[in-house]
């Protein structure tokens, strides 16, 4: 007896929170079925899987899954600056919507391991998580790519977004170390960020992975503003 009704309770609960806050496309606020979902028109939008004109050496490519605009851009900066963990499934939908893709397949031939850009200790103390971490590590999974924690931001930097290029570049020498008895020698290492701008990040992150033997480097980013094409 108990039991049912406790359950009926649940349903009842579980209706009322449905109608009082239904799950909505968190980009144009449409009523989707289920929480994180995105509607079809706007995951449309916003994927737009391309190579940046720019790959700084030592990186040999930069591929951006997303166009930093608009639904992106507000997705991503609640899961960084207002610890909004309700966004990530939505990030996690679109990031899954491109594992068929071809040019992200061909991209990922012959990657022997993925690099998370790392966040100094005390930002990470304070945010609770890497945000670039909790968007692709169940991605990483699911294509069987291996992601080693082997970088360390071992200089505290200021926010980027203000700076100019030449300003990033200055700000991040020295930012970056390997940590102590990492082995990739030989290996296609994949560097992962939530967002490529500049690409003063990457290449600092490069630079010390290629000193311990990395083959090629390559870059994916969940997000970027490079170049000319659709607005989200």
Not at 129 to 149: C, G, H, V
Request: hydrophobic share 40%.
């Amino acid at each position: 007896m108990l039991e049912k009704i406790l359950s009926a309770w649940k349903f009842i609960s579980e209706t009322l929170i449905y109608i009082v806050f239904p799950p909505i496309c968190p980009v144009c606020q449409e009523i989707m079925d289920d929480r994180g979902d995105i509607c079809p028109a706007c995951l449309e939008k916003i994927l737009y899987i391309d190579f940046s004109p720019m790959s700084p050496a030592p990186i040999e490519k930069v591929m951006r899954i997303t166009k930093y605009r608009g639904g992106t851009r507000d997705l991503l900066r609640k899961l960084k600056f207002e610890n909004s963990l309700r966004t990530l499934p939505t990030l996690k939908i679109i990031l899954e919507s491109a594992v068929t893709n071809a040019q992200v397949t061909e991209f990922l031939k012959g990657i022997d391991v993925a690099v998370y850009v790392p966040l100094h200790e005390k930002r990470l103390k304070e945010r609770g998580y890497n945000q670039t971490e909790l968007i692709f590590s169940d991605w990483l999974r699911m294509l069987k790519i291996p992601a080693k924690n082997i970088l360390i931001r071992s200089k505290k930097t200021p926010h980027l977004y203000n700076l100019t290029p030449a300003e990033r570049r200055e700000t991040l020498k020295g930012a970056f170390e390997t940590v102590d008895g990492a082995n990739i020698k030989g290996k296609n290492v994949l560097i992962l960020d939530d967002i490529f701008t500049t690409g003063a990040t990457a290449t600092e992150c490069a630079k010390e992975l290629k000193k311990i033997g990395a083959a090629q480097i390559f870059m994916l980013a969940f997000s970027s503003d490079f170049g000319a094409g659709k607005n989200a």
